[in-house]
């Protein structure tokens, strides 16, 4: 497909868009999988999902993560089976990028010489169409949802294995169906997962109602130490390395904290700031519906969705703190 025209939803429709997936799937041998470094829910369940079923149509493929699978989602099954790496060599088929705007958000593992062809499926609004095809969808809630997709087009019936994996991506993309990307498609997908043997209520419990005791020794220190501007409409936590050093926690242990702040019955905006490493503050952002984040955090070079996003500040811990009530103080 090099030297073609690149097919995206802009000037094609979205069959085509999946028989170009298709053809190339059923054309290709080696594949490469990866998703967005500090991989999620919906990256890790997408890709196991799509991996598997690649290898049960006899391919071969090279899943990989620049970063390890949080210890919260190492139950997930073949978890444990995607390679940690920094570089991968050689040459493949076709490689398939899921959740990222560009090479660099996938860690850069392979270049984009080292496919024949490129597959890009995203849902976020912030994109690019770097790939021969690209599928990107900003109004699905999740990338699982689009894969399912790939998987209906092929009219290959996932296993109750990749059922699951493509079931945790939407669960936990849209907060257990409670945040604003949650949409009819996210529920008519899950239904019919549910239909080929999806434990919903065991999955659920190991997501949401498990937690080790340094992630909950995290929990409470982060929020007795939450803060508030301007009216009670901004509900932020700084998360530092001493927190973390104290409580033994790790980075992936804040996934939810941030969901205490938008809670808040006067927030607007709530956000985790985490030092990440000395002098790189990463921060996660929840909005109520008409507040569109990627107004703001566009000046931090950050991006996501309207009301789920994240940036990244090169400062310490105090001044990203003043560079975002700064930001903030003339939206709210």
Same mark, same amino acid.
């Given at each position: ?22 053809? #190339? =799937?059923? @054309? *290709?041998?080696? %594949?490469?999988?990866? +998703? ?6 919906? &990256? ?51 490689? #398939? =990028?899921? @959740? *990222?705007?560009? %090479?660099?958000?996938? +860690? ?6 080292? &496919? ?51 079931? #945790? ?164």
């Amino acid at each position: 497909m090099k030297n073609k025209k690149i097919l995206t939803l802009q000037n094609s429709s979205k069959q085509k868009i999946l028989n170009a997936i298709s053809s #190339i =799937i059923k @054309e *290709s041998q080696t %594949f490469f999988i990866a +998703g967005h470094t500090k991989p999620d829910g919906d &990256a890790l369940g997408s890709g196991l999902a799509l991996s598997s079923m690649l290898r049960r149509m006899g391919k071969k493929v090279t899943h990989c993560s620049t970063d390890p699978v949080p210890s919260d989602m190492l139950f997930i099954p073949q978890a444990n089976k995607i390679k940690i790496t920094n570089k991968v060599k050689g040459f493949f088929d076709c490689a #398939i =990028i899921l @959740e *990222s705007i560009n %090479f660099e958000r996938m +860690g850069n593992i392979i270049s984009p010489e080292q &496919a024949k062809r490129i597959i890009n499926i995203d849902h976020h609004f912030a994109y690019t169409n770097f790939g021969d095809v690209n599928y990107v969808v900003p109004e699905s809630s999740s990338v699982s949802e689009l894969v399912y997709d790939v998987f209906k087009n092929l009219k290959t019936v996932p296993t109750k294995q990749e059922a699951e994996n493509l079931y #945790i991506g939407i669960v936990t993309d849209t907060g257990r169906f409670q945040q604003l990307n949650t949409n009819s498609n996210s529920h008519s997908v899950t239904a019919e997962l549910l239909k080929y043997g999806v434990n919903s209520n065991s999955l659920c419990k190991k997501l949401f109602s498990t937690f080790e005791l340094p992630k909950i020794k995290l929990y409470g220190l982060a929020l007795s130490n939450i803060k508030t501007a301007f009216n009670n409409k901004f509900i932020y936590i700084k998360i530092t390395k001493e927190m973390f050093e104290k409580t033994g926690s790790s980075y992936t242990d804040t996934d939810g904290i941030i969901n205490y702040c938008i809670a808040v019955p006067t927030a607007v905006v709530g956000c985790i700031l985490k030092e990440e490493k000395p002098g790189s503050i990463k921060i996660s952002f929840r909005s109520v519906e008409k507040f569109n984040l990627l107004k703001v955090i566009k000046q931090f070079d950050g991006g996501g969705h309207k009301n789920a996003a994240g940036c990244t500040i090169k400062a310490d811990m105090d001044t990203a703190e003043k560079k975002l009530l700064k930001a903030f103080a003339e939206k709210l």
